[in-house]
T-cell receptor, first 116, second 113 residues
């Protein structure tokens, strides 16, 4: 396993369109996170899954955003009716089960979204 | 709530000079601390972390950071930088009960010949 993968790496869309991003975590990791990073800023937490359960959502995650992890493996992040303010890098991270020694999140390469 | 402050948005240094990137955090509970590095158009790579034990932690490429609980700091240091160290460095904190990471705004390290 080479790490967390994300698809696509880049997405250009027009305002009002829907987009969906995919994240495949490291195989033995049961926890998965989504972050958003805008230019010149650090990543900001969006949401967190433990297995298939979505345990926390940030207030940044408006009603237009939805994330799923149906079988506790890969996850998708969908943005409906995109706005120019949604332009950002969307980062996915995964970590092993809670209580293990390795309390660390490993990040994917990100999906860069540009909304025109 | 937790927060991280990286006061220096950009740090220019010459190759082979020492460098310190500052990080201060705020938290009402015990924390884990991390430094991540980001190269252009890439995701974040873990550089080093403090979970428990020795307050001085090291990375494989010569960086080190020291957890100072009284000063709520976790500054990153390297005694001699290389051109290849040019990147954005992010300090992050998480509580021990939940791993949501709270990041600082980052410090851009610019190493010139």
């Amino acid at each position: 396993d080479t790490g967390v993968s994300q698809d696509p790496r880049h997405k250009i869309t027009k305002r009002g369109q829907n987009v969906t991003f995919r994240c495949d975590p490291i195989s033995e990791h049961n926890r998965l996170y989504w972050y958003r990073q805008t230019l010149g800023q650090g990543p900001e937490f969006l949401t967190y899954f433990q297995n298939e359960a979505q345990l926390e959502k940030s207030r940044l995650l408006s009603d237009r955003f939805s994330a799923e992890r149906p079988k506790g493996s890969f996850s998708t992040l969908e943005i409906q009716r995109t706005e120019q303010g949604d332009s950002a890098m969307y980062l996915c991270a995964s970590s092993p089960p809670r209580g293990t020694v390795e309390e660390t999140q490993y990040f994917g390469p990100g999906t860069r979204l540009l909304v025109l | 709530a937790q927060s991280v402050t990286q006061l220096d948005s950009q740090v220019p240094v010459f190759e082979e000079a020492p460098v310190e990137l500052r990080c201060n955090y705020s938290s009402s509970v015990s924390v884990y601390l991390f430094w991540y590095v980001q190269y252009p158009n890439q995701g974040l790579q873990l550089l080093l972390k403090y979970l428990s034990g020795s307050t001085l932690v090291e990375s494989i490429n010569g960086f080190e950071a020291e957890f100072n609980k009284s000063q709520t700091s976790f500054h990153l240091r390297k005694p001699s930088v290389h051109i290849s160290d040019t990147a954005e460095y992010f300090c992050a904190v998480s509580s021990r009960g939940f791993q949501k990471l709270v990041f600082g705004t980052g410090t851009r390290l610019l190493v010139s010949p």
